[in-house]
């Protein structure tokens, strides 16, 4: 059962404009995290958000926690080719030991 | 370098074979998780060590056994492989037991069942 559903799954979009990454449950998550992973290699951590309505900034990405902490997103300002990668938003409950559960991921791509 | 390391990079083998695959944590942590990745499933939880015990447990088939060893390396065997079990596996690591602590993820195991 996909807990976590993830939109757009593909962007391709210009250098210089502005995105936004949706990831939404119907399930509360104690922490909602996001990764961005490439090819041949691991997903890393970029944020961590714990509180509902919680936002977070990270240079040009900013990340959100719904009030419900059901769901969230990520929003890029001004995305450069470096940001190209896939986001994976990930959702874990303390009552669950470290288990993390993955969204599908969106598939960016930014062209110059 | 996330500081996790796994061991093979790529594994090829026939269905009805047994593997194992290796992790070694960063330093200093003492949780190790295990998760597969295919194109039609994404990212799924398979198991969580810390240290030494089991933590947590996802949809992980019979098949499939893990452990983490006293000097907190850990180990994945796949058996009776099927062609289905064909995906990438990440093994991760963290300070912590819970969600509080950062996950490392390393670069991958990746198995082709023939």
């Known amino acids: 059962t996909q807990l976590l559903e993830q939109s757009p799954q593909f962007l391709s979009i210009q250098e210089g404009e502005n995105l936004t990454v949706y990831c939404n449950s119907s399930?509360?998550?104690?922490?909602l995290q996001w990764y961005r992973q490439e090819p041949g290699e691991g997903p890393v951590l970029l944020v961590t958000v714990v509180t509902g309505g919680e936002v977070k900034k990270l240079k040009r990405l900013t990340f959100q926690f719904g009030d419900a902490r059901k769901d969230s997103s990520l929003h890029i300002t001004a995305a450069q080719t470096g940001d190209t990668g896939l986001y994976l938003c990930a959702g874990g409950r303390y009552n669950q030991g470290g288990k993390l559960i993955f969204g599908q991921g969106t598939e960016l791509s930014v062209k110059p | 370098d996330s500081g996790v390391t796994q061991t093979p990079k790529h594994l090829i083998t026939a269905t009805g074979q047994r593997v194992t695959l290796r992790c070694s944590p960063r330093?200093?942590?003492?949780?190790v998780y295990w998760y597969q990745q295919s194109l039609d499933q994404g990212l799924q939880f398979l198991i969580q060590?810390?240290?030494?015990?089991?933590?947590a447990k996802g949809n992980i088939l019979e098949r499939f056994s893990a452990q983490q060893f006293p000097d907190l390396h850990s180990e994945l065997n796949l058996s009776s492989l099927e062609l289905g079990d064909s995906a990438l596996y990440f093994c991760?690591?963290?300070?912590?037991?819970?969600?509080?602590?950062?996950?490392?993820f390393g670069n991958g195991t990746r198995l082709t069942v023939t």
């Open positions: 991760a690591s963290s300070i912590g037991r819970a969600l509080d602590s950062p996950l490392h």
């Open positions: 399930s509360v998550f104690s922490s």
């Open positions: 060590y810390y240290n030494g015990e089991e933590r």
């Open positions: 330093s200093g942590d003492l949780s």
